[in-house]
């Protein structure tokens, strides 16, 4: 069975600060992907990344990155210099190759960036 | 392109009765599937349709129920609504029905039973 654990429940930092969020995951499939997510108040979940099982290179897109480690089942997201715009929950998600489409979710880390 | 649509965004209704939710996904995509978001359950997997066929379904009572058109577009129903319904509805397109497509969300619908 899939798992995604988010141990961070909550995260506040003050602008400018770099901020990582953590994600363990669980499968038996050796095909998976990983995705990260974020939920503004608006609550629609915005597509940031999603990453295959079989490519563990490190991506960086502007002020995000993300490092992808088989060896630990961890997918963290960084936020460097973070900004008041980035305050939303962020989820990180499993879809592997016996679940298809289907997402399973971890619980979210609530990120508040403090001007 | 217009990104998934759905309709209604706030719904209230009163225990037991049903309700309808709509889906429109992204122009040329055929797979949506839904999902449930409550502040204790987190988000759950509903169920995944592609080309008019249910092809997944999470572990929910049989109450709630869904359909997909020739169009593309998705209709759940919840019927004998229980205050524990209380959640944002949330719908996801993507262009396959496969591991490799992106899925695309939503703003999701809003459903209060009182």
């Known amino acids: 069975a899939q798992k995604v654990t988010q141990a961070q429940t909550e995260i506040s930092v003050v602008e400018k600060e770099d901020v990582t969020l953590d994600c363990v995951y669980e499968?038996?499939?050796?095909?998976?992907?990983l995705f990260w997510y974020k939920q503004p108040p608006s609550g629609e979940l915005v597509f940031l990344i999603r990453r295959n099982s079989f490519d563990e290179q490190n991506e960086i897109s502007g002020r995000y990155s993300w490092n992808f480690q088989k060896s630990t089942s961890s997918f963290n997201f960084t936020i460097t210099a973070s900004q008041v715009v980035d305050s939303a929950v962020y989820f990180c998600a499993l879809s592997d190759a016996a679940a298809g489409n289907k997402l399973t979710f971890g619980g979210g880390t609530r990120v508040l960036v403090k001007p | 392109k217009a990104g998934v649509t759905q309709t209604p965004r706030y719904l209230i209704k009163t225990r037991g009765q049903q309700v309808t939710l709509s889906c429109s996904p992204i122009s040329g995509h055929r797979s949506v599937s839904w999902y449930q978001q409550t502040p204790g359950q987190g988000l759950q997997f509903l169920f995944e349709?592609?080309?008019?066929?249910?092809?997944n379904k999470g572990n929910f009572p049989g109450r709630f129920s869904g359909r997909q058109f020739s169009n593309s577009r998705s209709e759940m129903n919840v019927s004998t609504l229980e205050l524990g319904d209380s959640a944002l509805y949330l719908c996801?397109?993507?262009?396959?029905?496969?591991?490799?497509?992106?899925?695309?969300f939503g703003p999701g619908t809003r459903l209060t039973v009182t």
């Open positions: 499968t038996r499939d050796t095909t998976y992907y």
């Open positions: 996801a397109s993507s262009s396959g029905p496969g591991l490799a497509y992106e899925q695309y």
């Open positions: 349709y592609f080309s008019e066929t249910q092809r």
